[in-house]
């Protein structure tokens, strides 16, 4: 007997269930900077890295190749792409420490096609001292793109530091249409 991908589906979430071990699922998608690593659950998006990416993650033995738990992520992308979405709305699940998840989640909170400095970023979180620390967690935000930490420049209005390259920072501040100096 052969299984469809929803049949494959139901089976590894029956085995994740009894298990209590999580799937993850992954796909590549296209884009006009290149090709994006997308993974999950199949219920959040995990990651979303871009190819060259500096912290590229390694794809382990147990991943499920599957398109299926990512159309809407990549229907939103190419909308994005496509300058037809500035929001995202999708569930997201990045993993990371509660300082992580306080940093991720208020670059959620930068509106597209602006930018704001570290500094910023970490007044905006209460401790204007920890610029540094939020360009660590900034640095390590594993959901690219979406989790908008392209938004982010240096207190002198310089581009610094991307985890995908300066140039395809720049790339989607242009494509944004954030001023840049």
């Known amino acids: 007997m052969t299984l469809g ?24 998608a296209p884009s006009p900077i290149g090709e994006l690593l997308l993974f999950g659950d199949g219920a959040a998006l995990q990651g979303l890295y871009m190819e060259s990416h500096e ?14 738990p990512f159309r809407a992520v990549i229907v939103q992308l190419l909308e994005y792409f496509e300058r037809r979405r500035s929001r995202f709305e999708l569930p997201l699940a990045p993993q990371g420490t509660p300082f992580q998840q306080r940093v ?6 930068i509106p597209f096609g602006v930018t704001i400095s570290y500094g910023e970023l970490a007044t905006r979180l209460g401790d204007p001292k920890a610029s540094r620390a939020v360009g660590l967690a900034n640095g390590r935000n594993p959901i690219s793109i979406i989790v908008p930490c392209h938004r982010v420049i240096g207190a002198n209005g310089n581009l610094t530091g991307y985890g995908g390259g300066l140039d395809r920072k720049e790339w989607l501040l242009r494509h944004e249409g954030a001023l840049l100096i």
């Open 55 to 68: 912290v590229w993650p390694q794809k382990r033995p147990d991943w499920i190749w599957d398109e299926a």
């Open 104 to 109: 991720w989640a208020a670059l959620l909170e």
């Open 5 to 28: 991908k929803r049949e494959l589906r139901q089976v590894v979430a029956a085995f994740t269930a009894s298990t209590g071990k999580a799937q993850t699922f992954y796909c590549i």
